[in-house]
Structures are given as C-alpha cells and as structure tokens.
C-alpha cells in the first residue's frame, strides 16, 4: 500500500503470503528487507519465502502444523514467516534469550512438529524437544534449493512438487502462535489467524501513514509482535525494514545513519538509550520522520530529548495488546496534541469503555477498555479458561469483543486515555489508587529517568523503583509535593540501571525478587 490508499480499498486477499506476493509483482526489485548481512529485493524475499515452502513440504510439514523457530531476526527468518504461511502451517517465533524454563513448557504446549534454530542452542532443544530439531545453517542451502526444484517443478525431497502444494490457505486459518510472558509461570499463545494479522498490517501501516520510500529501522525481536508486524507493515507500504535485532548498542547510531532510517519503532528503554547516545554523538541522524512508541508510556523529558536531537521528527503514542496488536493510534500529524492521550481507535475497528455489567459508561468517565473489529485474535492457544475471560461476544450483535483488561476513558472526540491495567489498580489506606498515576508523579521529577511502583503484597508496603542521580530521600520529597500523602511509596529505591524483561519492559518479577532478597 502507498499512503495515500485507503483500508478499504486495499485488495481482498486476506493472508500473510498474500501481502508479499502483492509488493512483489508492483515492485520486484525495490530493497525489502535488510540485515547486518546485505539487503534483499522484494522478488529475492519471495524466491527465498517459496524456497523454505517447498522444503517444509518436503518434511511433511503441513496445514495447522506448528512450525517453532528461535533465532535472532534476519532475512532468512522474515522467509521462513512467509514461507511457512505459504505452506499452510503455523509459525511459532520464540525471542533466542528465552531459556529452558519457559522452553519446556512452549514445547509441550505448542506440540511443534519441527523446530529451527542455530548451532548454540540446538544441543538444548534436542535435549528437550520431541520434535526434530534443525540447525538453520543445514536448513537454508537445501531451502535455496528447494526453491530452485520447484521453480522448476522438479522433485522435493523424492516428492513430485505438483503433490506436495497444499489446499490452498484459508483466511481463518492459524498462522501464528504469538507467546507472551504474563502474571503466571508459564507463557501462553496468542492465536493470530491469517485475516486478523493481515487486517491489522493493513490498518496500523495507514493508520502510521508508511510511505514507499520509508527505512523502518526495527531493534525488536519477530518473536514479539512489534517486531513482527514490521516487516508485514514494509511490505504492505512497499518500504525497506532492517532487522537491527541484536546488534550492540555501539553502533546504533551509526547504523541508523548508514541505513538513512526514517521509521524508528521504540519503547521507553531504548528510547532512553537512543537519547543517551545522540547527546554524545557528533553527527546527527538527520533522516528520522517519525518515532512510534509502545510498551509503556515515554517520559515527557524523553520526548523532548527525541524532538532535541531530531528536529522535526514526530513522536507518536500508541496502545495495544498482542490478544488484537494495535488498538489505537494517535495520528502522527497530532502527535503534540492533547498529551495524554493513547490516540484514535485503528481504521476499521471501534474502542469502547464498559462498567463492569459489561454496560457503556458516559464519555469521561473510566471503565474497562474493550476493543472491536477485525483485528481481534481467536483467543489463548489450548486455554479455554483464559480464552473466554477475555475474548467475548457483543450480547447484541455477536462481534467479537477484547476485554483488555485494562482501564481508561474517552472524551468528546473519540480520543483514549489509559488509566492502567487491572493489575494497577489497589486500594491502599482507604484510597483508590493505580501504579500509573504514581509512576507518573515520579516521572515529573527533574533527574528521574525511569520509574515502576509495586503495589504492596507479600510482605512488602507500597514501593517504588527510580532510575536517577538523586538520592531516595530526595525522590519521596518531591513526590510529597505531588500525590496526596497515602499515595507516597513507602519505600523508595534507587537504582543505576532497570532489569528489563525480553522485549525491553521494566521487568516486575525482577523488581519484586529485588525488594524481597534486599534491604528496604
């Protein structure tokens, strides 16, 4: 898609594969995908894509089979996500960091009927797994091949090509397993069927206004959705992404420059650290447009640090979850515009505020957040319980309803303003209360870079983690100046660096280990 196009306009088909095959036969050889290795065109993405299809064929693999791969992003990995939508079977990205605790139990529930990683990891996984385990560096000559025998409709694997092509893939099929960390011990899966994961590309790409000629420079895993929807977004606008995932901090900067970025996906850490590192450096990059934040809310001194240090670039607020992957935007054009707002549902889709009667409440006024549309997800992957807490029917129409969870209202215009998660609002001394307005007065104190309140429990009051110069004392005395006194942690701490989960969150399991295993 070019901006300037419509959602509704965009073509009927509604799978992964299908996004590419359309970018390829309008723009074949446009630059699509780049590593720290080289650059592919749009028309190698897709011989590479068909390649690892033939090959997954040639395994057995097929409709509905899970196909678990664990690598860093890469040229080849984008292939093997559409190469395995092409195949009919599911893909199922886990982050490389992700260790055997959480392993094991992935493994046992996603049931994989194959898995690929690379050489330091497969000793594990062939320790673990039931399924064959492949080395990628075994893998991808004979995928190469693979795509050169069924070019040519010779044989795959001893398998005549023409046998080997699947029923052709069905929007409502599954096409990717998306694990997400939660409140329990072990992950689940989000369900993301070939439809929603197209419409929601589709939407969001507009929604962020991609243009052509876009350098979208993405530092996130494709095991999490933020970093997967990117390269679906590139391919839909008909842009170039890089895959940066893993790279060193060291060379941010400098690999932002040298790939001309215009697009830079963030959340708050490596907002910070992207800050941090351009107030050292002595050539600017000139070519950002446009930042889009998610995860958790940037510090106002962030932004203000991003608009410093590139001059003209906007800064846009976003809010999501995985269970529907975007649910608004705030139109980049908008972006210094009622600022605290989380922005306009996606194109296509509706936000609604619901009490708990499952009853829309007065605009203003703070209930559940519930999305609707085409982007919903199906639900947790084998986990009814969960499934039906949060994926619902209207009680009316029968659409499908996200139950985020989460709180907020809407004003006047449509606009969302988040007012945290379930899990953020307590009741402590009598008042009502949530971490976010908390974390908020701490994060309007000059000095304090970033911040996460635990609510009390297990042995522990109301606390409060900074990342700062100031001493703790300090800290609680401006907060006194802010929150009304219950509302002040009771314990303060300081630390020089935030433990952050996979995806760049402020870890809360860390925290907490941290407030029980020290002195307070």
Not at 257 to 272: D, K
Not at 289 to 318: E, H, K, W
Not at 424 to 431: A, C, E, L
Request: net charge negative; proline share 6%.
């Amino acid at each position: 898609m070019n901006g300037e196009e419509s959602l509704n306009s965009q073509a009927t088909s509604h799978t992964i594969h299908s996004l590419l095959d359309a970018a390829v036969a309008e723009v074949p050889g446009s630059a699509a995908i780049r590593d720290a290795t080289g650059t592919w065109t749009y028309r190698e993405l897709d011989a590479a894509s068909r390649g690892f299809a033939a090959w997954l064929r040639g395994q057995g693999i097929g409709r509905g089979d899970r196909v678990l791969v664990q690598l860093h992003s890469s040229r080849e990995l984008a292939a093997m996500f559409y190469g395995t939508s092409r195949a009919g079977a599911v893909f199922v990205p886990l982050n490389p960091a992700m260790k055997e605790f959480h392993l094991t139990s992935v493994l046992d529930n996603a049931e994989p009927a194959l898995v690929i990683t690379d050489a330091p990891r497969a000793a594990l996984l062939r320790r673990i797994s039931s399924a064959p385990v492949h080395d990628l560096a075994d893998v991808w000559p004979k995928a190469e091949g693979s795509h050169d025998d069924y070019g040519d409709g010779d044989d795959v694997d001893g398998r005549s090509t023409s046998d080997a092509e699947p029923d052709p893939v069905r929007a409502d099929d599954l096409a990717v397993l998306i694990y997400t960390s939660g409140s329990t011990a072990a992950p689940k899966a989000v369900m993301c069927p070939q439809s929603q994961v197209a419409f929601a590309s589709r939407a969001l790409t507009e929604g962020l206004g991609y243009r052509s000629d876009d350098v979208v420079f993405c530092r996130f895993p494709m095991s999490w959705d933020y970093g997967l929807f990117k390269v679906l977004m590139a391919c839909i606008a008909r842009c170039q992404i890089v895959l940066a995932d893993g790279e060193s901090d060291f060379v941010l900067l400098k690999r932002m420059r040298e790939t001309g970025v215009t697009v830079v996906p963030i959340v708050p850490s490596l907002a910070s650290m992207i800050t941090r590192l351009a107030g050292r450096d002595t050539e600017p990059v000139s070519t950002v447009r446009m930042f889009t934040n998610t995860g958790a809310a940037l510090p106002q001194a962030t932004i203000d640090a991003l608009r410093q240090y590139f001059p003209g670039a906007s800064v846009v607020r976003q809010y999501g979850q995985t269970e529907a992957k975007r649910i608004t935007i705030m139109p980049p054009a908008e972006d210094r515009e009622r600022p605290e707002s989380v922005g306009l549902p996606l194109p296509g889709t509706r936000v609604l505020i619901l009490d708990a009667d499952g009853d829309p409440v007065p605009t203003g006024e703070i209930g559940e957040i519930v999305t609707a549309g085409p982007h919903v997800m199906a639900g947790y992957w084998r986990n009814p319980e969960d499934t039906a807490r949060s994926f619902r029917r209207d009680r009316s129409s029968g659409e499908p309803l996200l139950h985020t969870g989460d709180y907020g209202h809407l004003d006047a215009d449509g606009y969302l303003y988040f007012n945290g998660r379930r899990d953020d609002m307590f009741k402590h001394k009598g008042f009502r209360m949530s971490t976010v307005e908390i974390e908020s007065a701490a994060m309007d104190i000059p000095g304090v870079r970033a911040a996460a309140v635990l609510p009390p429990g297990d042995g522990h009051g109301l606390a409060l983690f900074v990342e700062s110069d100031l001493q703790a004392q300090e800290v609680t005395a401006e907060l006194t100046k802010r929150l009304e006194l219950p509302k002040v942690p009771t314990t303060c701490r300081v630390l020089t660096e935030f433990p952050l989960t996979l995806h760049g969150k402020n870890s809360r399991a860390a925290l907490t280990a941290l407030l029980q295993g020290g002195a307070q």
